[in-house]
T-cell receptor, first 113, second 116 residues
Framework: NAGVMQNPRHLVRRRGQEARLRCSPM?????VYWYRQLPEEGLKFMVY????????ESGMPKERFSAEFPKEGPSILRIQQVVRGDSAAYFC???????????FGQGTRLTVV | AQSVTQLDSQVPVFEEAPVELRCNYS??????LFWYVQYPNQGLQLLLK??????LVKGINGFEAEFNKSQTSFHLRKPSVHISDTAEYFC??????????????FGTGTRLTIIP
């Protein structure tokens, strides 16, 4: 059973471009969580999604950031018009049921130049 | 809201020596507490968690942690470390409710380096 898969592992974008980060949860998991780790900081919760629904997006920046988890396919975290401050490691986690232990992926390191 | 403080950003320890990684939290409600480990180029892996019951929690790889409510601490310990324990360790807290661990609040991490 493969773990949580995130791709790409490293992503470089120029300021103003769009970044798309993908997360394939573990098999049988329908709950996905996104976290961001800025340099020298701990992981910060961004959003919690269940298939086709956003359950809690209280940690998402109000502009430029969006997330989806369609019925088929991976969860996508999309950042429009990236700025240098978006440079961070983005981690995805998944769980089989609400409130269960979440399993983390290896993260995507986004660098904005 | 909850917050977590890991005072030690780096901890060097000689192989086979004991280690304690400190974690203090702040919360106005009951909490669940977690320790995660991140090996180089890997995702976070759950070491152990405290939900309720015994305040001494045993985890994988010989680690244990003790929940101290009066001191709002959840320090991680291992009596004898190995080279393979070299990693980043994160303490995390969530609301102490059924769905509390949907949203974890993490500390900034402690980098444990084992010296041969």
């Amino acid at each position: 059973n493969a773990g949580v898969m995130q791709n790409p592992r490293h992503l470089v974008r120029r300021r103003g471009q769009e970044a798309r980060l993908r997360c394939s949860p573990m098999k049988g998991h329908s709950h996905v969580y996104w976290y961001r780790q800025l340099p020298e900081e701990g992981l910060k919760f961004m959003v919690y999604l269940q298939k086709e629904n956003i359950i809690d997006e209280s940690g998402m920046p109000k502009e430029r950031f969006s997330a989806e988890f369609p019925k088929e396919g991976p969860s996508i975290l999309r950042i429009q018009q990236v700025v240098r401050g978006d440079s961070a490691a983005y981690f995805c986690a998944s769980s089989p049921f609400r409130g269960d232990e979440a399993f983390f992926g290896q993260g995507t390191r986004l660098t904005v130049v | 809201a909850q917050s977590v403080t890991q005072l030690d950003s780096q901890v060097p320890v000689f192989e086979e020596a004991p280690v304690e990684l400190r974690c203090n939290y702040s919360s106005s409600v009951s909490v669940y507490l977690f320790w995660y480990v991140q090996y180089p180029n890997q995702g976070l892996q759950l070491l152990l968690k405290y939900l309720s019951g015994s305040t001494l929690v045993k985890g994988i790889n010989g680690f244990e942690a003790e929940f101290n409510k009066s001191q709002t601490s959840f320090h991680l310990r291992k009596p004898s470390v190995h080279i393979s324990d070299t990693a980043e360790y994160f303490c995390a807290v969530s609301r102490g409710s059924r769905f509390g661990n949907e949203k974890l609040t993490f500390g900034t991490g402690t980098r444990l380096t084992i010296i041969p």
